[in-house]
């Protein structure tokens, strides 16, 4: 698929990546609540197996951004939308995509952490029911090898039959990365993941994060600076609905090349 | 957080002494109410004394003491009396002025025995015999005696007469209604027949020669009667099991003497049954409703119109879902039914009157704008971040609704189902439309195919105290019954409530809303 020029990237403070190696490619995207714009023209490609972190001040519109990714906005009747967003060179929002695919293959973690009331195993094995036609074997094995990949096995392995409620708040949050891993997402989207969590249990989620990225590509949204900075490979500065600057981690936040960026990593923009 | 430990602020305390004591008010004026109807209902059961009251005219009384009023003229009190012996007396109750009374005592001699015709008979025991020899003074013991050993054995043959009919005449004469020509069913009836007849013979033929306080005699067939005591010799263990055995047969037996006397099990059967048919009927269609409504529809100025009108619905008076029911139920859906499947029994309606089916219904729409919002509650408190979650993992909205919303919701929709229960069981005015009968001896469910008998009318509680209150001949007789009634009709809304109570726990320690820490 081409796309018209004018969608590239036009100024050198957005960095690019081949299309052959992003996993995401968004071109042009504009997003509207009930014609209230949150969203203009934000391009950016994604790149495989990497975290890319998204920061900016509050209703910025870097959450937003992220939903856009797998069409949760769908359920709402009030957003519009203008561009592209291409996983793998595929047109998420083609007539021809299955939104339930689609949220398959690009799973999402939430700010506060959100098991469904039934046992652990359960909720790992809740997308895996879904797609069905597991022998129970099978489902034993996934299960066991997703909570293995959220770091969470050693903790729960002798009560999985047990209320996923009955765990800590960092432990549910890593359940439902567990639940997400289960169904072999190519994409993992994070929305705040670790801020309604304590130290400890943050930087266990960090450290998941920086594990993960052999397997799938991450996106993270964050207020957090110092977590971007810690676990992203890369950073895009959002702010009023635009994307200002997007470049490796470490220059984005050592040498930005814009004064709106520097000023907002040094704190002296609220 | 304490309540009792925390020190209020001086311009707090009067605001917090007003709404404690509302909520004392509240919890002594219901406590207050189930005090006064536990009491006035289980009393009537409990074997009171006898008192023989010596009157200065020389007039002699026997009988319960009830209450004591001041005279309307003049000076003193006059007290009632319950006395029975309606067959001597022609009237059951009499106020006595308590300045003319002038010896009181409890006699251990006195019996009163509960009959089934003339109701209560209270006076003194001479003795026990056949109907053809003329009973002969006895000793008073061995009169006392023999009564009790006959009124057991009566019990044990009135029992199995019921038995035989229930188990051996009833299933024959259905086998011969569908063929009249089978010999040996013939036969077997004949028997069966037989027997019944030797047990009433059995029973027949004792009677007890019985004296009234002021000496009048009468025979009374011991057939007739259903239980007796002395209540001036009994002690207290006695007159416990006498008052539990009078609470059982209110609550296993059905009423007599036009709803005046018996028991009330016909109207416990009936209200517990439509309640739980009405269940059955309002939760799918109110669960269906809120989910279409919460879930499916496009929320917009239609929708919220719908809802408003629901919530108003709530408000409707229930006599005009009564008449609402009479109209479409009974005589629409009632009769089209009666013309197309049951024309053979035409002019006698089958469906085409009142009936537990229609009863239920009704209660069921009365109940369903409850039931609605509710459920709509409970979905509107589900997190979004559950059904995202569900979202996000590839489920379809039908999914996401059907594995995670629905099972959260289940204690709402049972508050909802509680709400509704709550309101239907005390329900009357729209069952006098719809189907609810003053006595219905036969109860809906029987071993008669189908089982549940849809189009039959049904008794009920609520019914049956403003029938026993209003309709029936002796006030004060009555009062007492409806005092017992009324507070089993509150205990049956509480069991029912209690139940849906428990599952909700139940659901709501495995489903329910996650509590925010």
Redesign the interface.
Known sequence: MTLPSRFRPASDSIIDFPAETSCFQIEGLGLAYGGKPALRGISLRVPRHRVTAFIGPSGCGKSTLLRAL?R?HD?N?EVSHEGWVLLEGQDIHAPDVAV??L??RV??V???P????MSIYENVA??LR??GGLTRRRMDDIVEWALHAAALWDEVKDRLRASA?SLS?GQQQRL?IA??LA?RPEVLLLDEPASALDPISTLKIEELIRSLKSQLTLILVTHNMQQAARVSDYTAFLQDGELVEYAPTDTLFTNPSLRRTENYITGRMA | MKFGKRRLPRSEGPWAWLAAGSVALSLLMLGGLMLLIGARGLAHFWPASVEQIEMDDGRVVAGHAVRELPLERGQGRERLYFTGNRDLDGQVWHWLPVDAIVARERPRDLVVLERRHHGMFIGRLIAVGDVEATPGQQPQRAGWARLQARLAALEKLRSERERLHREVLRPLIRQLDADPDAADAQRALAEANARVHDLQQAMRGEVALLESADGRRLLQPLDEVLRAWQPNAMPLAQKLAAWADGVWRFLAEGPRDGNSAGGVWPAIFGTVLMVLLMSLLVTPFGVLAAVYLNEVAHQGRWTNLVRIAVRNLAGVPSIVYGVFGLGVFVYGIGGSLDEWFFSDTLPSPTFGTGGLLWASLTLALLTLPVVVVATEEGLARIPAEQREGALALGATRFETLSRVVLPMAVPAMLTGVILAVARAAGEVAPLLLVGVAKLAPQVPVDGEFPFLHLERKFMHLGYHIYDTAFHGSDVQAAMPLVFATALLLVLVILMLNLTAIFLRHYFRARHGVQPRP
Do not use: K
Not at chain 1, 114 to 117: A, E, G, L, S
């Open positions: 797998n949760l359920l009747e339930d695919e949220r398959r799973g999402m939430f700010q506060v959100n098991p469904f009331p809740f997308g879904l797609q409620w708040g439902v639940r997400s169904v």
